[in-house]
């Protein structure tokens, strides 16, 4: 860690030739990459797994499709309240620059220490656990797939991941298009059948579709968490806004573009699930899709266990790919460890951003399960959303005279504020559990790294040396901030 200075966070588009042979970044993200930016990382694993655990908590189908519905708005809202604070705040880094520029240094601060050890090594483990679970099913048909076989394929999806993203920044953006599409045709494939299905008149999930909901806060709550988990990466572009072409239009463009599309689409697929399978039959399965496919399509369904396959893995590597900007940002303002804010000289890459990641989900494989690690995730991602909106609604009030080119109704911020605290507090107070003491202890602990280390700046006299020696093993360099 270091005093502040100013050096840039991202390697998608670094160029080298600019600046005494300086990696700076390049605004090449466009509109149609922005929105297969947000709607390749929201569609993933969730909308294959989380469906049974939202049935689960609310109790009936349609108590379920409220939730998915709900889901999609609450993101909406949020979208549009981070599209004002990034055409305010138009900096690379997403909620940890909002957090740092409204209140200061130690939140922040608080913010990038759970994020990089926790929030998204958390998500990449829960995708790679998703993928690896339909990965190997074909081979385990009949019986449960053992644990060690889907943690270890669930591994090595991250170690590929971290290999293609660290070589090959055209390669592994080449590879989140070709798999947005994938995943469209799958979830178009599974909504065609549902509509089938329908027609034909397999309604009988439908019928008194509100029995047995649940109306407790907490399930509700934990309910929403799962539903959530599946509409994750709503806010990736907020953290390449300095790589965006026109921020000021593409940014809220590309929102109101990807979130209603993702919305209706998860609507129509649960719609389907509910058409093939009874609530009992969908409770009961362990791979939702599959069990839809083994209904619907017969001997074909390893069709839809590749396709659900391979969506889980671009979704994990949309947030690989995005992952890495938060290390980059907090190590530019003096909150990580120099290292993580270089790129590699030849590849351009944020190779050791992304090999700490790596790392870190690699960990959260050995001991999680997919439902403990979204309700972890969930309640430290609302947290701090919950933060920043708060930031924006401080800006409105107390800053209106700031240049914005797009600005949202207070009470949409408002709306979110409150969803958010409800989000952390209602299973809380509901159903307490240590877990969430642990979680707040943990985010507590960061306060102990930061007086020494960042404010103190009491850095080990060896780190200088370590720093300089993992630079020459990783060929790796500082990278200047476009200011242009």
């Known amino acids: 860690m270091r005093e502040r200075r100013t050096v840039d966070s991202s390697s998608s588009a670094a160029d080298p030739s600019e600046g005494m042979g300086t990696l700076r970044l390049k605004r090449e993200v466009g509109l149609i990459s922005a929105v297969s930016l947000i709607a390749g990382t929201m569609i993933g694993s969730g909308i294959f797994m989380s469906p049974e655990w939202v049935l689960y908590h609310m109790g009936s189908p349609a108590g379920a499709l409220i939730i998915w519905a709900a889901c999609g708005l609450l993101v909406m809202f949020g979208a549009l309240s981070y599209a004002e604070l990034g055409t305010i705040i138009k900096e690379s880094g997403g909620d940890y620059i909002y957090i740092l520029r409204n ?221 890495g900007r938060v290390c980059y940002i907090a190590s530019r303002e003096g909150h990580m460890p120099d290292i993580l804010s270089m790129a590699h000289v030849r590849c351009l890459t944020p190779s050791p951003a992304l090999i700490f990641t790596s790392a870190m989900a690699l960990i959260m494989i050995i001991p999680g399960n997919f439902s403990s690690i979204v309700n972890f995730f969930s309640f430290t991602a609302w947290l701090f959303y919950g933060t920043t909106i708060a930031g924006l609604l401080y800006l409105k009030i107390k800053k209106p005279e700031l240049p ?59 780190l200088q040396r370590v720093t300089l020696h993992l630079q020459l093993l990783l060929e790796v360099a500082p990278t200047a901030k476009n200011t242009n």
């Not at 200061?104 to 656990?129: E, K, Q």
């Not at 999806?157 to 993203?165: A, E, G, M």
């Not at 979680?439 to 306060?447: D, T």
């Open 103 to 323: 209140f200061g240094s130690l939140p922040a601060f608080l913010f990038a220490y759970t994020s990089i050890i926790v929030v998204r090594p958390a998500s990449m483990a829960g995708i790679s656990l998703s993928f690896a679970k339909y990965a190997v099913a074909p081979f385990y048909q009949g019986c449960s797939t053992p644990q060690v076989v889907v943690k270890c394929t669930a591994a090595s999806c991250i170690l590929l991941l971290t290999i293609i993203n660290c070589l090959n920044v055209r390669l592994a953006t080449a590879i989140m298009n070709i798999f947005t599409v994938a995943k469209l045709l799958v979830l178009l494939v599974i909504v065609i059948g549902g509509v089938v299905l329908l027609i034909n008149g397999h309604t009988q999930s439908f019928q008194d579709a509100f029995q047995n909901t649940t109306a407790g806060i907490g399930p509700v709550g934990v309910a929403f968490y799962q539903g959530l988990w599946s509409y994750d990466g709503w806010n990736n572009l907020n953290f390449v806004t300095e790589e965006l072409r026109k921020p000021e239009v593409n940014l809220p463009r590309a929102m109101t573009i990807a979130i209603p599309l993702v919305t209706c689409l998860y609507l129509l697929v649960n719609v389907s699930y509910f058409a093939a399978l009874t609530p009992a039959e969908l409770l009961s399965s362990g791979a939702v899709a599959i069990s839809w496919g083994n209904k619907v399509l017969g001997s074909w369904v390893w069709v839809i266990s590749l396709s659900v396959a391979l969506s889980s893995f671009g979704s994990a590597n949309g947030t690989f790919f995005s992952g």
């Open 404 to 462: 914005r080119s797009y600005k949202v109704p207070i009470i949409i911020p408002i709306i979110v504020l409150i969803a958010s605290v409800y989000l952390v507090l209602a299973p809380v107070i509901d159903q307490p559990q240590i877990e969430f003491l642990y979680v707040i202890l943990f985010i507590l602990s960061g306060i102990i790294v930061y007086f020494p280390l960042v404010h103190y700046k009491r850095h080990p006299q060896f």
